[in-house]
């Protein structure tokens, strides 16, 4: 009730100054407390599995929730998975965002369960992993900490653009007000998980050696900061009981201009003002620069990242999203293909890169810390996924060394003329199967009262007749023998949302907590 009387005043109040809310970026987040599943793996192949190639993305202070603005603006794969028409939104990086789509792995499962316990902490049940794997090339010190997680995630997605403000040109104490709001705002809400944006283009927004600071802290990336967000973040989630899981950007890097401002001291900006890497282990991409995952270097540098963060934070997972491959352009890493010596098609090439990375990165997760969990939020279109990312979700989905958990973005109405809902959730449930991957749907928060133009003609208005959107995904995501979970895209949609919908997303909000 607390959050529909926030609602309300924040409309009222919306209403009265003009004010309008963030709206979307990448998608680039639960009620009952449980003992997860202890994933066995054996040893993974690299083997490439053929598919079907088929054509088809505030400060807030107390209770009062406050509308912000921001200049972002994003461009989003289209929804139907045929059109390449993109949606825009306002705000302050061009980026493609691409749609979600889900993948998992393979893995039975065994648990133990023990109490919780921190400063200020709530009760709540700690998950032990068993180490999946004998540490290998990407093992750290084995950190004591038991993460906390749940068999249903209900989660909710904090992005760079809720740190444009609560978190840029803001005081410590500031941040901690407006970061204590938000996670009780998703904790009233009934949720249990948070997914925190760490780094989004090859920064960091935690203490690092390795990224440079990210630009929401103070407006330019690499400045720095004298507090930690991801420390504030990982104690205020804790002290409610939520898991919080460190969101990674893992392949896309910054702007030309972005890379040239930063230290040199960084192998980002090595590889970018040496001749022989630039172009190589970093590679260009429209206006922005991306990590090429065909060398082990760059795997490398990006699994320390990861392990830089489970070694010094108490976080309960690591997700990587949909940013994969940014092109399917030959031009894109033509000297990496030919020097390889492969026999496979590019396409193939690709995947098998990704699929590398990917298994790194899980080892090196559980090698980190052992019940720490890693996921994945690829597009929902599974076809995109092959087409355009290069992410073999159906391997991730069935084989053993992947994933703990497989989230796809599934930002598509019931009436989607290319992908309705209730197909593509049952496309990706079948997918997983019992391979004990824990599977959880990423819905569209950003949509609820707006036209969703790529829906085709029976989809393009669900969003606004309908006050019951994500409560009827969220029901029919229940009804699945392998369901594990929810997660909103993102905060600023669901409680710091645009006046135009502020009553919509109030309505919808209602009929959640029913």
């Known amino acids: 009730m607390r959050i529909r009387w926030c609602l309300l005043a924040a409309l009222l109040i919306s209403v009265l100054t003009s004010c309008h809310a963030v709206t979307e970026d990448d998608a680039p987040v639960t009620e009952t407390v449980f003992s997860a599943d202890v994933w066995e793996t054996s040893s993974v192949t690299d083997t490439y599995q053929e598919t079907e190639t088929v054509s088809g993305t505030p400060e807030t202070v107390g209770n009062t929730l406050t509308s912000s603005e921001t200049t972002n603006s994003d461009t989003f794969t289209s929804d139907t998975g045929t059109s390449a028409e993109p949606e825009t939104f306002p705000v302050t990086e061009t980026d493609t965002v691409q749609q979600s789509a889900e993948t998992s792995l393979t893995a039975p499962s065994t648990q133990t369960e023990a109490p919780y316990s921190e400063t200020s902490g709530t009760s709540a049940h700690t ?18 900490y038991n993460a906390v997680n749940f068999n249903e995630q209900k989660g909710v997605w904090i992005t760079y653009l809720e740190y444009m403000s609560i978190l840029k040109n803001k005081s410590e104490r500031s941040f901690r007000q407006s970061i204590e709001t938000y996670f009780g705002n998703i904790a009233d809400l009934g949720f249990n998980t948070v997914y925190v944006q760490v780094r989004a283009f090859g920064d960091a927004y935690y203490d690092s050696s390795l990224f440079p600071s990210g630009e929401q802290y ?23 009981g939520l898991s919080i899981h460190a969101w990674v950007n893992p392949m896309r890097l910054m702007t030309s201009s972005q890379i040239q401002g930063i230290s040199s001291a960084y192998t980002i900006k090595k ?10 282990y970093i590679a260009r991409s429209g206006d922005r620069w991306y990590l090429d995952p065909a060398y082990d270097e ?59 990375m990917v298994r790194k990165l899980y080892n090196t997760v559980h090698s980190a810390n052992s019940s720490v969990i890693f996921g994945i939020s690829p597009q929902g279109s599974v076809d995109n996924d092959y087409n355009e990312a290069y992410a073999d979700v159906r391997t991730w989905c069935s084989s053993k060394g992947y994933c703990d958990y497989i989230l796809p973005q599934v930002y598509f109405g019931f009436n989607n003329a290319a ?11 079948g997918m997983v199967g019992n391979s004990g991957v824990k599977l959880v749907f990423g819905l569209a928060a950003y949509k609820i009262g707006a036209e969703d133009s790529y829906a085709g003609a029976g989809g393009r208005s669900e969003w606004i007749e309908n006050n019951d959107m994500i409560s009827r995904q969220m029901k029919l995501a229940e009804s699945l023998s392998n369901y594990g ?30």
């Open 127 to 144: 998950l032990q992993y068993e180490s999946p794997y004998e540490p290998g090339a990407y093992a750290v010190p084995s950190r004591s």
């Open 419 to 429: 992908l309705p809902y209730s197909g593509v959730i049952s496309e990706w449930s």
């Open 218 to 240: 103070s407006g330019t990336i690499g400045s720095g900061s004298s507090f930690d967000a991801l420390e504030i973040m990982v104690r205020a989630a804790h002290e409610r």
């Open 298 to 356: 760059v795997t490398d540098l990006i699994a320390d990242g990861i392990s830089e963060i489970i070694s010094n934070y108490d976080v309960d997972g690591i997700q990587i999203d949909d940013y994969f491959y940014p092109t399917s352009s030959a031009d894109f890493d033509s000297e990496a293909y030919a020097s390889s010596g492969t026999s496979l098609p590019l396409s193939e090439w690709r995947i098998s890169n990704v699929n590398k």
């Open 485 to 514: 979970g929810v997660a909103l895209y993102r905060y600023d949609s669901v409680f710091n949302p645009d006046s135009e919908v502020a009553s919509a997303v109030s309505n919808e909000i209602e009929n959640i907590e029913k």
């Open 271 to 280: 590889w970018y003002d040496s001749d022989e890497l630039r172009g190589k």
